[in-house]
């Protein structure tokens, strides 16, 4: 099973900063990873898939990059509505697999 | 727009029975892939089922392979879960979603199943 690690449990950062988030599997996926981000109460939401495509109605301060072993989840300049907790996800192989998660807060 | 919504979550002993259905609607439903993912606080996002749109490809994951059944039923737009043989590490909220190619593109809002004496 490929293990996904996200480098940061919690990155604390302002609304108008930048926030760069990493995710690194245990093997290379090529480019077949995706981002999702997760408010309470609330379901994941597609964010980001294969590497650097933004899902429908995403907004362009969202961007992805990586492929490989290592990923980054870039928002350019943070809203007040960015703030909650992203996940990377692999499908290159079964079982697809979630990082831990990534919490973005003020 | 597209709607999916689960139910049948619930309390249910160890070593016990639950079946989740998911209702889809909003979009042409035998286009996609189904899938189930759980998440809990022990065990994150796990995605254990998924099966294809014309049901020739089902696949599971390790920790309910023999236990969990996939499902759907393309006339009555809906997906099911049958959970047998419960464990106390099956609790979580357990999410339906829609995707092609391992990419989850709709989720419902989830059904909570506890797994408790």
């Known amino acids: 099973e490929i293990v996904l690690t996200q480098s940061s449990a919690t990155l604390s950062l302002s609304p108008g900063e930048r926030a760069t988030l990493s995710c690194r599997a245990s093997?290379?996926?090529?480019?077949?990873l995706a981002w999702y981000q997760q408010k309470p109460g609330q379901a994941p939401r597609l964010i980001i898939f294969?590497?650097?495509n933004r899902a429908t109605g995403m907004p362009a301060r969202f961007s992805g990059s990586g492929s490989g072993t290592d990923f980054t989840l870039t928002i350019s300049s943070l809203e007040p509505e960015d703030f909650a907790v992203y996940y990377c996800?692999?499908?290159?192989?079964?079982?697809?697999?979630f990082g831990q998660g990534t919490k973005l807060e003020i | 727009q597209v709607q999916l919504v689960e139910s049948g979550g619930g309390l249910v002993k160890p070593e016990g029975s639950l079946r989740l259905s998911c209702a889809a609607s909003?979009?042409?439903?035998?286009?996609?892939?189904m899938s189930w993912i759980r998440q809990s606080p022990q065990r994150g996002l796990e995605w254990i089922a998924y099966?294809?749109?014309?049901?020739?490809?089902?696949d599971y994951a390790d920790s309910v392979k023999g236990r969990f059944t996939i499902s759907r039923d393309n006339a009555k737009n809906s997906v099911y879960l049958q959970m047998t043989r419960l464990r106390v590490e099956d609790t979580a909220v357990y999410y339906c979603?829609?995707?092609?190619?391992?990419?989850?593109?709709?989720w419902g809002q989830g059904t909570l199943v506890t797994v408790s004496s």
């Open positions: 294969d590497a650097s």
């Open positions: 996800q692999q499908r290159q192989t079964w079982p697809y697999t």
């Open positions: 099966i294809s749109a014309k049901n020739s490809y089902i």
């Open positions: 093997q290379s996926v090529s480019n077949f």
């Open positions: 979603a829609r995707g092609r190619a391992g990419v989850l593109n709709s």
């Open positions: 909003g979009f042409s439903f035998t286009d996609y892939y």
